[in-house]
């Protein structure tokens, strides 16, 4: 029975084999770049290609120190290095150390002698750019019926906005019919009346994206009423109409984000909306609430049965202290009569009498103060406790002990 080997050891076999032989370990390829794609770490990956076949390629990030331009799709290079066998996969592949420009490919050179064309045409100018609209109910599509760019934007729309009705117009988005195609479906979506419209498709080479490269497409889009929003291949890809649209996106999915607004945005301002709306409503009922006791209080003391309330407490009070007033003015004027009548008591002409003393007077009823007022002979009246003396005038006698 003959040796059974593993997939591992052919392989390994194999790679011995290119390693061994000569020509491969430096050998310079002549093609078109196709599939160009920039890894995060630095790595260029692609494919050069002619019209015979097709051989995968990559460039290391160690080995770029000499490539001092962008390496893309469409460029016609030379590729210097060693193709040997990728052990892993069972494939061989071109070791890029030096690349070089040998031209460009039929396809670039197209596309740039169209590009600048049409920006001299000024279908570039930002002045003939429509506002995308922010608020919209119908987005149209144009792209292919099966792939990730449709379900990408179904799948964005309608988690930012569930209300926005899709309108998918199924274009060819490759091969030779793919541009009349996409053409047609810009003009049905604009007769439809959508408000917004995403052209595009997913990624690939040049070739593959050549539909949104040509005149007739680009003319469509400039023509069209319609905002249109251009999303084709990756976010490095660039072709005619992303120049010529409204607005251009880098992916599908980004094209989706940029025609509908995000419901949950406006939901959570309604939302803080509501509750500033309620906080202020609490503060007027809270404010009113607080006049409306102050009314209510002040309704109940001008009420005219709480006013003779208050004023019949006030005439009991006033009541109260007018008696206080009088009481305390009658027995301080009780007291002063009483020392007046004590002084009154004092001096009275009878007070003295009852001491012993006399009151005089003539016949004229003038009090007798002196021995000059009356003459020897002279009545007078003598007046004393208990009744009264007529007497006669005998003699005068001056006291020694008057001044």
């Not at 406006?266 to 509750?275: A, Q, R």
């Not at 005219?304 to 305390?328: A, G, H």
Request: hydrophobic fraction near 40%.
């Amino acid at each position: 029975m003959s040796s059974v080997y593993t997939v591992g050891q052919i392989n390994t076999y194999i790679k011995n084999m290119f390693n061994e032989d000569f020509l491969l370990k430096n050998v310079s390829i002549k093609g078109e770049v196709s599939n160009c794609k920039y890894h995060t770490k630095g790595h260029i990956y692609f494919t050069i290609k002619d019209d015979i076949g097709s051989m995968s390629a990559v460039m290391f990030v160690t080995n770029r120190s000499g490539l001092n331009f962008k390496l893309s799709d469409g460029m016609q290079i030379v590729v210097k290095g060693s193709i040997t066998v990728y052990e892993r996969d069972g494939k061989y592949q071109m070791y890029a150390k030096e690349i070089t420009l040998d031209g460009e490919g039929d396809l670039y050179k197209r596309y740039e002698q169209l590009k600048n064309e049409l920006e001299e045409m000024g279908m570039f100018s930002p002045v003939y750019k429509q506002a995308i609209p922010k608020f919209i109910k119908k987005l149209g599509v144009v792209t292919a019926s099966t792939g990730a760019a449709i379900q990408d934007i179904i799948n964005i729309t309608k988690r930012r906005n569930p209300y926005v009705e899709i309108i998918l117009y199924p274009a060819l988005v490759q091969g030779e019919a793919a541009a009349e195609s996409v053409v047609n479906g810009i003009h049905a979506l604009e007769s439809f009346g959508v408000d917004v419209m995403i052209v595009g498709r997913g990624g690939g080479s040049i070739e593959d994206l050549w539909a949104f490269n040509e005149r007739i497409v680009a003319e469509a889009v400039f023509a069209c009423k319609v905002p249109i929003i251009s999303a084709v291949g990756h976010e490095t890809d660039y072709t005619i109409i992303d120049f010529v649209s409204d607005l251009r996106a880098p992916t599908p999915s980004a094209a989706a984000e940029l025609a509908v607004y995000d419901l949950r945005y406006i939901l959570d301002m309604i939302s803080g909306y509501k509750k500033a709306l309620d906080i202020a409503i609490f503060d007027r009922l809270e404010d009113k609430k607080f006049k409306l006791l102050s009314i209510e209080t002040k309704l109940k003391y001008l009420n005219p049965i709480t006013q003779v309330k208050v004023k019949k407490q006030k005439i009991i009070e006033y009541r109260y202290r007018l008696n206080k007033n009088i009481q305390s003015i009658f027995l301080r004027d009780k007291h002063r009569l009483a020392v007046l009548a004590q002084k009154l008591h004092g001096a009275s002409p009878l007070t003295k009498l009852e001491s012993g003393y006399a009151y005089i007077e003539d016949n004229d009823k003038k009090a007798i103060k002196s021995i000059d007022m009356i003459d020897v002979g002279e009545s007078f009246n003598i007046y004393l406790k208990d009744g009264m003396l007529k007497a006669n005038v005998l003699d005068k006698k001056r006291s020694n002990n008057v001044n």
